[in-house]
């Protein structure tokens, strides 16, 4: 297996009533596979059950994980990867059912920036803060090319879907997607946050030993794994210095009006 493709591999009471909310499905073979039903938002709504879900890769799933997969009823998939992801992981579809797939390729994630990540990784060297700096960097590209994400936000103002999205890791392309999406749904930027850094959790139930055959350790593999609250102020602040505010960015570039917006709203939120 080429290294540069496990790079890819690798790429989250009211406050107690929230971190149970956002349930994870618990896909053995897809631990970042998650609902965003049940986060409730500044005026108290929450997002509907089964209406929306994220997740990583979901290729090779387990027969119970099938199970759960079907029970879903996932109507379309929005794929952030690339073609060579895609290729080595094309995504599981249940037989018998239809599921329609959007593509919305994510240019900022491509092979010359997985080669830093790489001579990072395997630096003799080696500092957290050179990953930080890396992922900064590519976080801050997802804001400078958020046209990129339109075919996602085209298909969540749509009726009648059950969306899951997604990209191999579920935690950077997905991570910012889906922090734009809450934002629309007015929820806080706290809470907001608490969904970004829930794909941590998914590093404790990923075997990192298989990197050491790759002269990667596992620490390292962890680090590369992780997200930080800076990776996405990164991409805000990025889309705030360059449209004034991310509701500007969101109607200048995706088409997300006021009318949209609350369109958005009324299909994913319930009192």
């Not at 579809?93 to 329609?100: F, H, K, N, V």
């Not at 996602?152 to 999406?181: M, N, P, Q, W, Y």
Request: with cysteine; glycine share 6%; hydrophobic share 35%.
């Amino acid at each position: 297996m080429k290294k540069q493709t496990l790079l890819y591999i690798a790429f989250g009471l009211l406050i107690s009533f929230q971190s149970q909310a956002q349930k994870n499905m618990e896909l053995e073979n897809s631990p970042n596979f998650r609902t965003l039903s049940g986060i409730q938002n500044k005026e108290g709504k929450k997002i509907k059950e089964g209406s929306i879900f994220r997740s990583g890769n979901f290729s090779k799933l387990t027969p119970n994980d099938i199970t759960k997969f079907n029970e879903l009823h996932i109507t379309t998939i929005v794929d952030f990867r690339n073609d060579d992801e895609i290729k080595k992981d094309p995504d599981f579809i249940p037989a018998g059912q239809t599921i329609e797939t959007k593509r919305a390729n994510i240019g900022s994630i491509n092979n010359k920036e997985m080669g830093q990540f790489m001579k990072v990784l395997m630096s003799p060297t080696f500092q957290e803060t050179q990953v930080d700096s890396l992922m900064i960097a590519a976080n801050t590209g997802f804001a400078e090319n958020i046209k990129d994400f339109k075919p996602f936000f085209d298909e969540i103002a749509k009726k009648e879907t059950v969306v899951l999205f997604h990209c191999t890791a579920g935690k950077d392309r997905t991570g910012f997607a889906s922090s734009l999406l809450l934002h629309i749904l007015n929820v806080s930027d706290e809470e907001i946050m608490k969904d970004y850094l829930k794909s941590n959790e998914a590093v404790a139930k990923t075997d990192l030993g298989k990197y050491k055959a790759y002269g990667i350790p596992e620490e390292r593999m962890a680090k590369l794994m992780g997200v930080k609250s800076a990776y996405l102020e990164s991409a805000w602040k990025t889309a705030i210095k360059k449209y004034g505010s991310i509701d500007n960015m969101l109607e200048t570039e995706l088409g997300i009006t006021e009318n949209v917006k609350k369109q958005i709203q009324q299909k994913y939120l319930v009192q």
